[in-house]
């Protein structure tokens, strides 16, 4: 039997109403058919060693990006079709520091919604003047900034009929490996919210709004292009310590 | 305090973005790691991404930066240099579900994994352990051996990671 964006809604709410509401996904959301198969079952092992190695984690520097990274409208001969956007923001940990100079990474779908990888094979033009892949270094007050296109959303096959909202994809690191963070950026008011159980495994409507981006209009471009504004703030916890030179 | 930003997928998309030539390579002359990753039915899953991160044999974790190097005319990752420690490996599961990385042995005895997959809506922490370690008498009994590494001829090991079911890996919560 083909399931339905309707079989789908009934799911998301009826988890809704009886899951906690979480912060992060629930790893086991049926909705999101992948999952079924690929979440733990045992209860996650807690570590409290003031040692652990996670406390730390990769260090990144200028070798490691090119100042071309953070533009993604310039990496090919040509301009990209699309609304060009500027998307910028600050990483800071649970206490509200900053994160310096770590790496951040962002891929995403071209305007028509279609990604350069054999296995998106929806029918959607590729752009040869884009690819949709970024990089860039906090700075001393954790911000990064990117330009590009505004992605497009695209069907996937979760069930019939089955779109994600337009988003970003970002990898970030902190200052330790516990805050490790893989997540997606959407864009304000979006009609697909609803309908996307990607973004309704995070059961708290106020966890789902610190996903979306805000239109910032101080940060559109006269002539140019339009601006949206996202904070990025990392969980986990890192070492207190602090070695010489870190 | 902050409330921190939700995780979500890394989707099935990453593989154009994220691995990178000599992601798998933190350091040559040390040993091998490698290993399937396995989803609840048993069937290895194509669509994962591991990163690692470790001490450096003499048990510093301070790392160093780049393990994605670049070539500042081309823009391209010519990789680590080999002469500084990175710490970080990033490795994406191949069509089978396997994965292969080259490190050296940490000082501390374990390196560290994060798992991300299509699928998988917030990632996993685990731990490779290459010789036994007090840590892994605090597991719960019969999981231990989830974490540690099977040597299979001097400086080759083995380390499958199963998401669920029959044997499920041990992964570790540090947010607490």
């Known amino acids: ?246 | 305090m902050n409330r921190p930003t939700p995780s979500q997928t890394v989707g099935p998309f990453y593989g154009y973005a994220l691995p990178f030539p000599g992601g798998e390579e933190i350091a040559t002359g040390g040993i091998t790691v490698h290993g399937h990753v396995y989803d609840g039915a048993g069937d290895p899953i194509p669509d994962a991404l591991l990163e690692f991160w470790q001490a450096d044999p003499s048990g510093s974790l301070k790392g160093a930066p780049g393990s994605l190097r670049r070539d500042p005319v081309t823009g391209r990752v010519v990789g680590r240099h080999g002469v500084d420690f990175t710490g970080f490996g990033r490795v994406p599961t191949d069509a089978d579900g396997h994965w292969t990385l080259r490190t050296l042995v940490p000082g501390n005895g374990y390196i560290s994994v994060c798992v991300f997959a299509r699928g998988l809506l917030h990632h996993l922490f685990t731990r490779i352990y290459l010789r036994h370690d007090p840590f892994l008498d605090t597991l719960p009994a019969g999981r231990a051996r989830t974490l540690l590494a099977a040597e299979e001829r001097p400086g080759l090991y083995r380390f499958d990671i199963r998401l669920q079911g029959e044997g499920e890996t041990v992964f570790l919560d540090f947010t607490s």
Request: a negative charge; aromatic letters at 10%; glycine letters at 8%.
């Open chain 1, 1 to 246: 039997m083909t399931l339905t964006q309707a079989d789908i809604d009934r799911e998301i709410a009826e988890l809704h109403a009886v899951a906690p509401k979480s912060g992060h996904p629930l790893r086991d959301f049926a909705p999101y058919r992948s999952s079924v198969l690929r979440h733990p079952k045992q209860p996650l092992v807690p570590v409290k060693d003031p040692e652990a190695a996670e406390l730390t984690g990769p260090v990144f520097g200028v070798t490691d990006v090119t100042p071309l990274d953070a533009d993604l409208t310039r990496r090919h001969v040509g301009e990209p079709l699309g609304e060009r956007i500027t998307v910028e923001g600050r990483i800071l940990d649970r206490d509200g520091r900053p994160v310096r100079g770590q790496l951040v990474e962002i891929w995403q779908a071209n305007a028509s919604g279609r990604y350069p990888h054999q296995r998106d094979d929806h029918p959607a033009p590729l752009d040869p003047n884009f690819t949709g892949v970024g990089r860039c270094l906090t700075d001393e007050e954790g911000r990064y900034k990117f330009t590009t296109i505004k992605p497009g959303p695209y069907p996937w096959r979760n069930h019939r009929n089955a779109w994600r909202p337009a988003h970003i994809h970002f990898s970030v690191f902190g200052t330790a490996f516990t805050q490790r963070l893989v997540t997606q950026m959407y864009f304000p008011g979006d009609p697909l919210f609803p309908y996307d159980p990607v973004l309704q495994s995070v059961t708290d409507p106020a966890a789902r709004d610190r996903l979306v981006a805000a239109y910032d209009h101080d940060l559109s471009v006269p002539e140019w292009s339009l601006g949206y504004r996202w904070d990025i703030v990392l969980d986990g916890p890192a070492a207190t310590w602090m070695e010489e030179g870190r």
